[in-house]
């Protein structure tokens, strides 16, 4: 898999911030939404690129020499759980922001190292196919930023319903596609 495979996996992932970023902005007035859009931004992409590398690195340590037959098929199982999840969270709620929770950093904290388990999982597969990882890091750190400003200023407190969930169903039927994809290939 290349370069392709792996920015497709980086949109699918971003996806789940976008639904959170989507479904914090229908609850909060227009004057919080600004300004937090960006801390929220800035926090989401931080801390995937910070677990994207954590799983990247653990991965070239610890299982590039262990598990070296079994690596796809590890990666494989990676994606496929993440593709089921995205699938279930599109019909059950997303974490989300209100106009309280705006000055709120340790739920802040919290719900970005969340997001960002996505990412350390997609960071030990994306080692898998021997994809450099800097390049690759700086992409998704620009994806998520992009895409969770996108889905702020997709919502709004008038709103009734949530776009951005059919978009995460969407990334999970993919990422299990690109699952089946990595080990048929």
Do not use: Q
Request: some cysteine; charged content about 15%.
């Amino acid at each position: 898999m290349g370069i392709v495979s792996v920015i497709i996996i980086f949109v699918c992932i971003c996806v789940d911030n976008m639904v959170s970023a989507n479904m914090s902005a229908m609850k909060m007035e227009a004057k919080k939404k600004s300004v937090f859009s960006i801390k929220m931004a800035l926090f989401f992409a931080g801390f995937n690129a910070l677990f994207f590398g954590l799983g990247y690195l653990i991965s070239v340590l610890f299982f590039r020499d262990w598990v070296y037959l079994a690596h796809n098929w590890v990666a494989f199982a990676f994606l496929l759980l993440l593709g089921i999840k995205f699938m279930l969270e599109s019909i059950e709620k997303s974490p989300s922001f209100n106009a309280e929770d705006a000055d709120n950093t340790r739920k802040l904290v919290k719900v970005s190292c969340l997001m960002g388990l996505n990412a350390f999982l997609v960071g030990y597969a994306v080692e898998t196919m021997d994809t450099a990882c800097f390049p690759a890091l700086i992409f998704l750190l620009l994806l998520t930023f992009g895409m969770t400003l996108l889905g702020f200023h997709l919502g709004g407190p008038s709103s009734k319903t949530i776009a951005s969930k059919r978009a995460e169903l969407l990334a999970g039927l993919v990422l299990i596609v690109m699952a089946v994809k990595m080990i048929i290939v």
